[in-house]
């Protein structure tokens, strides 16, 4: 038998294998459904664990910086003790009251930098022990969300497990469907079940009626879509849609309503 190129199926042909597109893509749809809102919640929790080390690394390298700070501080603490014992022994030595006022201004200049550096230092170790108490918060939290994610995972993992196996076969058959469908008509189909919530690219007429967005439609369109003269789209949501019949889908025929009855009033009026 002749393989028929997209091109040269009917508009029937073209109808029911989008329909069969349709049904096989719903049905992945759900597999990936079952999953619900773990694949997000994984990625979140992943992302959430990068910024974490991150900021660990930003408050290691704060630590390191306090740490080189207190170290320079007391090097300069050192400097300017040395100068004072220096300044100090030349005091013995002084010709005249103009080098003991030199020499006075500057131990006492010396012995405030030593005032100062102890104070940067004592501001340090304060600012440092505030960065070690946030990176013990940090690693603690690092800690549960590493547990939390790896029991997300393992759960994701089971139901992808559970599901992996049929969602391929539904995809092969998705590509297979595809290959029969013209490249024009199937980019509008993916278009529009792409913006439509429920994900219906193409719909069955149900009660006189668009089986997406539920608008009743004109009776002359309804012929139109039974006719199977050329793809029909709803005017209201943009669906394709299908009959039923070309579905194969069984309607039930709607009971029809039983006369009434004259009331016994109403014949004794026409009687008279």
Same mark, same amino acid.
């Given at each position: 038998?002749? #393989? ?31 999953? *619900? $809102? ?12 990068? *910024? ?26 050192? !400097? ?24 006075? #201004? $500057? ?14 230092? #004592?501001?340090?170790? @304060? %600012? ?5 108490? $946030? ?16 029991? #997300? ?17 539904? !995809?092969?058959?998705? =590509? ?17 079940? !792409?913006?439509?919530?429920? *994900? ?6 149900? %009660?006189?009626?668009? *089986?997406?967005?539920?608008? !009743? ?21 943009? =669906? ?10 069984? @309607? ?8 009434? %009855?004259?009331? %016994? ?8």
């Amino acid at each position: 038998m002749v #393989k028929k190129a997209p091109t040269e199926l009917s508009v029937e042909e073209k109808l029911q294998a989008l329909y069969q597109l349709q049904l096989t893509l719903s049905a992945i749809d759900e597999k990936r459904a079952l999953r *619900g $809102e773990l694949p997000l919640e994984v990625q979140d929790l992943a992302d959430e664990l990068e *910024g974490l080390k991150t900021r660990v690394e930003k408050i290691e390298n704060e630590i390191k910086d306090f740490q080189g700070a207190i170290t320079a501080k007391k090097a300069d603490i050192a !400097k300017a003790e040395a100068g004072i014992e220096r300044y100090k022994k030349q005091l013995d030595d002084v010709k005249n009251n103009r080098e003991y006022d030199t020499l006075t #201004k $500057e131990i006492e200049f010396q012995s405030l930098e030593v005032e100062l550096c102890n104070k940067k230092i #004592k501001e340090a170790i @304060v %600012r440092m022990d505030d960065k070690n108490k $946030e990176l013990e918060q940090t690693q603690a939290l690092i800690e549960d969300r590493t547990q939390a994610l790896a029991e #997300k995972r393992n759960e994701l993992d089971e139901i992808m497990q559970e599901t992996r196996d049929e969602e391929e076969k539904l !995809k092969a058959k998705a =590509r297979e469907l595809e290959a029969k469908i013209e490249p024009r008509l199937l980019a509008s189909f993916k278009r529009i079940r !792409k913006s439509a919530r429920n *994900g219906l690219g193409i719909t069955v007429v149900q %009660r006189a009626s668009c *089986g997406g967005c539920f608008n !009743k439609i004109p009776p002359q369109r309804q012929l139109d879509i039974k006719m199977h003269k050329k793809i029909i789209v709803c005017e209201y949501c943009g =669906r394709i849609m299908i009959d039923p019949e070309l579905a194969g889908i069984k @309607v039930e025929e709607e009971a029809k309503p039983k006369p009434k %009855r004259a009331s %016994r009033k109403k014949k004794t009026e026409d009687a008279e």
